[in-house]
């Protein structure tokens, strides 16, 4: 018998088959960090809120689990949950990539929305989940988030909304980009009426959901690590970017040039909503705690 | 140059026939021999082949007329369409952006403030014009002017003719998502009429970051997408070669845009498209703006402002089932 190769090609070849042997592990029990390639016990991971605990690598959390890491003990309340998709386009791929996607996450559309309690307080909750259809926003999405924010203008609650998606539902066509100008001029009134609003930006938060109600908010603050920009990677290598620096399209990034106010861990997340939004508190409420 | 670098194909008997007529003038004009019914029934077989040919064009071939080379670009209009245009640059933060220009101008008696995008004709002007794409600066001086149209009580004329907003390194260093959300936000809420007309290609973030406006027109041989065909046959089939199918799905032409319930109206363009008559393209173009913006003027601001947000609050598809 030959010895294992140490070094070349063949060297490469059995790293991965011990790679694979990894992933291969039953399901359930371990999952391996795509940044450090940390063996994670599961059990440990989800203890972490899905960071990894060697490197901090965020997993992408879906809107449900999302949600119960923000809101006191479960108080949610989910509102417009009777909005259904629809094929605008009459596309007849569309139906079929959706029943996938539904079948996939259990889940109807690609954003939860409602009211939660945060620290005693009740605010609306917008939550994308990038497992469903890479978050995209098409009709339901962008009418959700248009009633979740004409909901808390008509209740006077704050507003915070999680961004995790690769952009516009591009099978929902020219009705899915106008879900751009729709959510904009719904924040118009959002900060007409001097509602706070806040914008949480998580693994990936790209395109056409960035560049509207993404991108308007009184406060913006992001998980480390995650993808922001403009353009999916796929996009950008077609549109051939060059002299990229090591960090583009980050979160680190963002901070850098100025787009986001701080990049807060997830451990650290309900403590600094719940900062932000008692700064944004009625003056009458601090009267009364005087 | 071979003659054919800008002829589309299903343009080559179009222009086989005009190079025929050219041909006959050419040679009468020498002998003095008058052959104007020869030329004048040529004219008239022309015609009636443009207007076959029209008659059946995919949204693929709608695409490509959108970005045909010879078709005429933003300053091209507003050289025929106003009396008199005074260019303002700058976004007054960083720069002044070639691929988004703006100023004032007169439409008849009326003062406007005019924006668009603008492409480049020759090599050294696409380089200097990037293409129509615009970046962060183009859109903030397009919002400083719209600004300065709202404080003075001017209406806005946008011109929308972009491929696709830039997305190089620069322009998310200088926050391109920002100012496209910032120049919608705020357009929803602009005290003064603003009417968008898409004049060729209206792509994607780039298009709506200066399209949000009471009235939204579209050139009859334009198109408006979410994303380039190519791009959505990428995102959908894994295979950007498939973007006629693309073209067809999003229907990105401007009948395409009418039966969404997206576009107010459709602007004819001359047999052939814009490229072939210039000047009735404007005259057509410039009736509608007159048209519009003398409506919109009539309209007391609170109206104009609260049918302009229902107007786009009302787009998307969703329906809503009994629980």
Same mark, same amino acid.
């Given at each position: ?8 090609r063949r ?12 992933d291969?592990? &039953? ?10 390639s940390?063996i ?40 417009d ?8 386009l ?12 539904r ?25 994308l ?12 999405v ?40 729709k ?23 790209l ?18 690590g ?13 549109a051939?970017?060059?002299?990229? &620096? ?6 680190e990034?963002?901070l ?8 807060? &861990?997830?451990?650290?997340?309900? &403590? ?8 944004c ?9 005087a | ?13 179009i222009?086989?026939?005009? %190079?025929?007529?050219?041909?006959i ?13 020869? !030329?004048l ?16 064009l995919?949204a693929?071939?709608?695409?490509? @007329?959108?970005r ?6 933003? @300053? ?12 303002l640059h ?6 002044d952006?070639p691929?988004?220009?703006?100023? /004032?101008?007169?439409?008849?008696h ?5 924006v ?6 020759d ?13 962060p ?14 404080k003075?009580?001017?209406? #806005? ?13 620069g322009?998310?260093?200088?926050g391109?998502? +920002? $100012?496209i ?8 809420? @602009?005290?003064?009429?603003v ?9 994607? +973030?780039?298009? !709506? =970051? /200066? $399209?949000? =406006? ?12 979410? !994303?380039?065909? %190519? ?6 089939w894994k295979?950007a $070669?498939?973007g006629k ?8 032409t401007?009948?395409?845009g009418r ?7 459709? #602007?004819?363009?001359?047999? +052939? ?19 519009? !913006?003398d409506? @919109?003027? %009539?309209?007391?601001?609170?109206e ?5 947000y ?6 998307? $598809?969703y329906s809503?089932?009994m629980?």
């Amino acid at each position: 018998m030959t010895p294992a190769p140490w070094f070349g090609r063949r060297a490469k070849a059995a790293r991965k088959t011990a790679r694979q042997s990894v992933d291969a592990l &039953p399901d359930g029990l371990w999952t391996k960090c795509p940044q450090c390639s940390e063996i994670l016990f599961n059990k440990e991971l989800l203890k972490n809120m899905r960071v990894c605990n060697k490197c901090g690598y965020h997993y992408i959390l879906g809107a449900a689990e999302r949600i119960e890491s923000i809101v006191d003990d479960g108080a949610f309340e989910e509102m417009d949950a009777n909005l259904a998709t629809v094929n605008v386009l009459e596309f007849d791929e569309y139906e079929p990539k959706l029943a996938k996607w539904r079948a996939k996450t259990g889940m109807e559309e690609a954003i939860i929305t409602g009211v939660g309690e945060i620290d005693g307080r009740s605010v609306v909750l917008g939550v994308l989940d990038f497992h469903f259809w890479a978050g995209t926003m098409g009709g339901v999405v962008g009418e959700r988030v248009v009633r979740a924010m004409e909901f808390a203008i008509q209740n006077d609650m704050p507003v915070i909304m999680f961004i995790a998606s690769g952009g516009i539902r591009v099978t929902e066509g020219l009705p899915g980009l106008m879900q751009m100008a729709k959510t904009s001029a719904a924040c118009a009134k959002l900060h007409e009426a001097g509602i706070p609003y806040i914008v949480v930006l998580t693994d990936n938060s790209l395109a056409g959901v960035l560049a509207s109600y993404g991108s308007l908010g009184d406060f913006t603050i992001s998980e480390p690590g995650l993808l922001t920009g403009l353009t999916a990677d796929r996009v950008a290598k077609q549109a051939q970017v060059v002299n990229v &620096p090591d960090n583009f399209r980050r979160a680190e990034f963002a901070l850098q040039n100025g787009h986001i106010d701080r990049i807060v &861990p997830r451990k650290d997340l309900k &403590p600094t909503l719940i900062k932000l939004l008692a700064f944004c508190r009625e003056q009458e409420d601090n009267e009364d705690a005087a | 140059m071979p003659p054919s670098w800008n002829i589309l194909d299903f343009e080559k008997p179009i222009a086989e026939l005009d %190079e025929q007529i050219a041909e006959i003038k050419r040679l009468t004009a020498e002998s003095g021999e008058d052959r104007t019914e020869d !030329i004048l029934a040529l004219e008239t077989d022309r015609d009636r082949l443009i207007e076959q040919i029209f008659a059946n064009l995919s949204a693929w071939d709608k695409t490509l @007329l959108a970005r045909h080379p010879k078709r005429p670009y933003t @300053l091209d209009y507003v050289r025929t369409i106003f009396d008199d245009y005074t260019e303002l640059h700058g976004d007054r933060l960083f720069a002044d952006d070639p691929a988004m220009v703006g100023g /004032i101008a007169t439409l008849d008696h009326r003062q406007v403030m005019f924006v668009g995008q603008q492409k480049g004709r020759d090599i050294k002007e696409r380089g200097y014009r990037n293409f129509g794409s615009a970046k962060p600066e183009g859109y903030r001086k397009a919002l400083r002017l719209m600004k300065l149209a709202e404080k003075f009580h001017r209406p #806005v004329i946008c011109f929308v003719d972009t491929p696709a907003a830039d997305v190089n390194v620069g322009a998310e260093q200088r926050g391109i998502s +920002g $100012a496209i959300a910032r120049n919608m936000m705020e357009m929803a809420t @602009l005290k003064t009429p603003v009417v968008v007309v898409v004049i060729g290609e209206g792509g994607s +973030g780039g298009a !709506i =970051g /200066i $399209a949000l =406006g009471d009235r939204v027109l579209m050139l009859e041989h334009s198109i408006y997408a979410v !994303i380039p065909p %190519e791009g959505f046959a990428a995102i959908v089939w894994k295979d950007a $070669a498939r973007g006629k199918d693309g073209a067809e799905v999003m229907k990105v032409t401007s009948e395409g845009g009418r039966e969404l319930g997206l576009v107010d109206e459709v #602007v004819k363009e001359p047999l +052939g498209g814009a490229h072939r008559n210039m000047d009735l393209a404007a005259r057509n173009l410039k009736a509608a703006l007159v048209k519009h !913006i003398d409506e @919109l003027l %009539e309209v007391p601001i609170p109206e104009l402002l609260d049918t302009r947000y229902k107007k786009f609050r009302g787009m998307g $598809a969703y329906s809503e089932k009994m629980i």
